[in-house]
């Protein structure tokens, strides 16, 4: 159907028409959408991709007010990778009064029993695993290369 550009329409709508900039926007910011899930998609792939490493607490026995002994088995799907833990030391509130993280080396066992002391700074009364990950802090990693 042909439209007829009559004085009455150019009167009432004008002579140009509109040259439909909102929807080159609306392309614009779903095209920005489309590229930004496919990043997070990838990035999410990846981080599947990340062997598994899971810390449980198994015991431990307070020491003094100022430092407290803990257990903690280390779970790592592929051993052959470093991982570490961060263990924190918690008071009856449950606020952290004490930190240590634990580095395990490639090799050994799918479980590893770890124990350190963790110096507190007021007396604990639990341990806790606060995370575990096979991609290695700068420090940390610095740490093991001046070991060997």
Sequence with gaps: ????????????????????????????????????AGIYIVSMMTRMNEAKVDGVETGGTINSDHLLTSQIDITRDDPSKA?????????????????REILLPPGGQRVTRVEMQIPTFERAHAAKVYGCSNTIPPHLSEEATARQ
Excluded: Q, W
């Design 1 to 36: 159907m042909k439209t007829v550009d009559t004085p009455v329409l150019k009167e009432r709508y004008g002579n140009s028409r509109d040259n439909n900039f909102a929807g080159k926007i609306l392309v614009i910011i779903f095209a920005a959408m489309i590229i930004a």
């Design 83 to 99: 991982a570490y833990c961060i263990i924190t030391a918690l008071n009856y509130a449950k606020a952290e009064v004490g930190r």
